[in-house]
Nanobody
């Protein structure tokens, strides 16, 4: 059984940093996508970043335009982290780790098969 375990959320002031981690068990997800999504109250779940391994050590990584230059996804096989810098109040959301695509659309939440329980990130003004 696949399980995704997230950690690292919390409360931070505007401009601060947090690092989220996700660890998958039950499957390696080699040559498959793992990603981060977030959902703010009253909003749909939105894509943050995703990465897929190609070959032995190369990862292709994608970041949403809203977080480019501030967030960095890193991945090592079934472990993934999201370094979040220069946080803004609009980054406040529950952040979810996702893994394994049904199809090929890595930025669509419904395409992911496995999900973590979510971790709250709150950025205060």
């Amino acid at each position: 059984q696949v399980q995704l375990a997230e950690s690292g959320g919390g409360l931070v002031s505007t401009g601060g940093s947090l690092r989220l981690s996700c660890s998958a068990s039950g499957r390696t997800f080699d040559n498959d996508y793992m990603g981060w999504f977030r959902q703010a109250p009253g909003k749909e779940r939105e894509f943050v970043a995703a990465a897929r391994k190609y070959g032995e050590k190369t990862y292709y990584t994608h970041h949403a335009d809203s977080v480019k230059g501030r967030f960095t996804l890193s991945r090592d096989n079934a472990k993934m982290s999201l370094q979040m810098n220069s946080l803004k109040p609009e980054d406040t959301a529950v952040y979810y780790c996702a893994a394994g695509l049904r199809g090929g659309t890595w930025y669509v939440a419904d395409e992911y098969i496995n999900w973590g329980q979510g971790t709250q990130v709150t950025v205060s003004t």
